[in-house]
Structure formats: structure tokens, C-alpha cells
């Protein structure tokens, strides 16, 4: 069965500074491995994806996260905080044997100024 | 504009009466699936469906039915709601398997059963 932790529920960041999310996931396959974000009062919109090949990926808004098998990690990083970045952020897995998502808690994100 | 539409957007009702969320995309996606949100417990997925006549339960498939007559509907039936199932309900689609493919997501369905 796979599995996604999300450590920290909230995380407060300065405008201008690294945000820094983080997610590990446990899976018997090779995930394919997401990040959404969810604005208030909104759905949920892909950041970024990772499938196969280059374990860096660049996603939308300046995110990036970087695949790390060896530490079953895929953590969201921003060189520099916006005050419009201040969402709820999701990981999530899933495995191409099967057609299920496992969603991570979530990350809430707060940007002061 | 490509997107996933869902009625009502909110709803308060009564233990017992059955209620159905509706749930369209008009982007021909083979793959659409439910989920339901809950604080501190992230999302979680009811049942998907891959194709028409298609579906599958997910992690949480206790209490609600599904249906997929037609590729771009996928009503959620709950027949006798309960009070734990007050949450924020979310439809998605993804076009092709939905493994590796982004899912597209509704606006939200917040319920609340008394």
C-alpha cells in the first residue's frame, strides 16, 4: 500500500526567504509522485509532477521538487517566498499499477510580510 | 473553457435523505474520481472510475454509490446520509489512465448532514 506523510501541518515563511514543504512517501512500486496546491475556497491545481527521468522538476509559479528514491522524499522548494504562494499545499502518490491517489495531509503555507 | 463543474456547491440536509452530487467535465477525460476532504486528514479518495461502466472503490467507499453512464458524468449517491460525512467533497477527471496524468479538479462540494 502506499503512503504519503506530510511533516508540518503549518509553516510560516517571510516574504523574499526558501520555502521549504516536505513529503516522503512509502510505496512497493515506483510512484508517480504530485504536488497540488488549493487556494482558499478553491480546487485543488497541479504545481508539479514527477513520472520518470530527470528527478528535478520545475513546476508552475518558480516551484520546483526533486525525486530522492534513496530517501523516498519529493519535497517542494522556492527560492523565494510571494505573498500570493500563502495556500494549502498537497503530495501526492500514486503507482502505474493501479489507478488510486493517496493524498499527504497537507501543508499550510503562510507568507509574512 | 475546459473544467469540471459540481452542483450544488453546497448543501445542508438530514440523516437519512438520500442526495446526489453531480459531477460533469467536458474535456472527454476517460478518468474521473471523488474525493473527500477533512481537516487533518487531507484528501481522500472514494471510488474512480476509468470508464464509462467502469468504477472502483477507493480508500473510503463506505456510505456512497457511484455511477458512469455517460463519459462525462459521474454522479455521487449518498443513500442514507450520516453526520460523518459532513465534508468538503471534490471531483476530479484526468484524461487516459490517470495514473501519471494531472487530475482536474471541481470547485468543491461543502456538506453538511445534520
Known amino acids: 500500500a502506499q503512503s504519503v506523510t506530510q511533516l508540518g501541518s503549518h509553516v510560516s515563511v517571510s516574504e523574499g526567504a526558501l520555502v521549504l514543504l516536505r513529503c516522503n512517501y512509502s510505496s512497493s512500486v515506483p510512484p508517480y509522485l504530485f504536488w497540488y496546491v488549493q487556494y482558499p475556497n478553491q480546487g485543488l491545481q497541479l504545481l508539479l509532477k514527477y513520472t520518470t527521468g530527470a528527478t528535478l522538476v520545475k513546476g508552475i509559479n518558480g516551484f520546483e521538487a526533486e525525486f530522492k528514491k534513496s530517501e523516498t522524499s519529493f519535497h517542494l522548494t522556492k527560492p523565494s517566498a510571494h505573498m500570493s504562494d500563502a495556500a494549502e499545499y498537497f503530495c501526492?502518490?500514486?503507482?502505474?499499477?493501479?489507478?488510486?491517489?493517496?493524498f499527504g495531509t497537507g501543508t499550510s503555507l503562510t507568507v509574512i510580510p | 473553457e475546459a473544467q469540471v463543474t459540481q452542483n450544488p456547491r453546497y448543501l445542508i440536509t438530514v440523516t437519512g435523505k438520500k442526495l446526489t452530487v453531480t459531477c460533469s467535465q467536458n474535456?472527454?477525460?476517460?478518468?474521473m474520481s471523488w474525493y473527500r476532504q477533512d481537516p487533518g486528514l487531507g484528501l481522500r479518495q472514494i471510488y474512480y472510475s476509468m470508464n464509462v461502466e467502469v468504477t472502483d472503490k477507493g480508500d473510503v467507499p463506505e456510505g456512497y454509490k457511484v455511477s458512469r453512464k455517460e463519459k462525462r458524468n459521474f454522479p455521487l449517491i449518498l443513500e442514507s446520509p450520516s453526520p460523518n460525512q459532513t465534508s468538503l467533497y471534490f471531483c476530479a477527471s484526468s484524461p487516459l489512465r490517470g495514473s501519471y496524468n494531472e487530475q482536474f479538479f471541481g470547485p468543491g462540494t461543502r456538506l453538511t448532514v445534520l
Open positions: 501526492a502518490v500514486s503507482v502505474n499499477t493501479g489507478n488510486q491517489f493517496y
Open positions: 474535456m472527454n477525460h476517460e478518468y
